[in-house]
């Protein structure tokens, strides 16, 4: 019995051996084939993308750029925090462009930036679909509101706030938002000195946003306009 045992194990002992060598050599080439499909799949990606960028390049190619624009970064290091702390805003030569500049976030994410008053209003008065990706974004700080929202939600907010924003309504608030307008036009005059100056009016325009709305809704004169 001990002599059939050794025979046994001696003779399946070279089986054994080939079979793990066998499921080794298995586990190489499953871990060689996947690795050549993750390095086929970025690769197709890479090609899509490349186009994508491709095609975004020949659409916008009417439109200026910013000259300190690179391939890769874009105009990021021109795109950066506002002197108010929180917006972020473009740093560049406001004459260089008189209507439209494209833009690029890296080398994946372009845009347009519209300057022309009548182009905004054009594009403003649109009932064009929203860009999801860049409404998904917002919708986590503002909600699904009237700016992040579209379709029948959007139609449904916006009837409900309609009879807020009818004349009758702020017709009270007339001689108020005259006042404010009044003042930053005063402003502007002693900026400007009657010399023709280029005046940034982000921060003017949401101070007077500010004083508008402290007076007409809690009757508060701030004199944040001239204050600051």
């Known amino acids: 019995m001990a002599l059939l045992k050794a025979d046994f194990l001696s003779s399946s002992f070279p089986s054994l051996t080939r079979i793990a060598s066998l499921m080794l050599a298995s586990w190489d080439s499953i871990l060689l084939t996947l690795l050549i499909a993750t390095l086929l799949f970025l690769l197709v990606k890479l090609i ?18 910013h000259p300190n624009g690179s391939w890769f970064m874009g105009d990021i290091p021109e795109y950066t925090k506002g002197h108010n702390g929180m917006a972020r805003e473009f740093h560049f030569d406001y004459e260089e462009v008189d209507d439209v500049m494209q833009f690029w976030l890296g080398p994946f994410m372009p845009g347009v930036v ?115």
Not at 48 to 65: C, E, G, M
């Open 48 to 65: 899509h993308l490349v186009r994508w960028k491709l095609r975004f390049q020949h659409a916008l190619r009417d439109f200026p750029k």
């Open 114 to 228: 519209v300057f022309n008053p009548d182009t905004v209003k054009s594009i403003a008065n649109k009932n064009e679909p929203k860009q999801e990706s860049v409404m998904r974004f917002l919708r986590e700080w503002i909600g699904d509101g009237l700016v992040a929202s579209s379709g029948e939600h959007w139609a449904r907010n916006r009837r409900l706030v309609a009879p807020a924003f009818h004349y009758s309504g702020l017709r009270p608030h007339v001689s108020i938002f005259s006042e404010c307008a009044h003042t930053l036009v005063n402003k502007w005059k002693k900026l400007c000195q009657g010399e023709q100056t280029t005046v940034n009016v982000y921060d003017h325009m949401g101070l007077l946003t500010l004083d508008n709305l402290l007076k007409s809704i809690y009757s508060y004169d701030s004199h944040c306009q001239t204050k600051g």
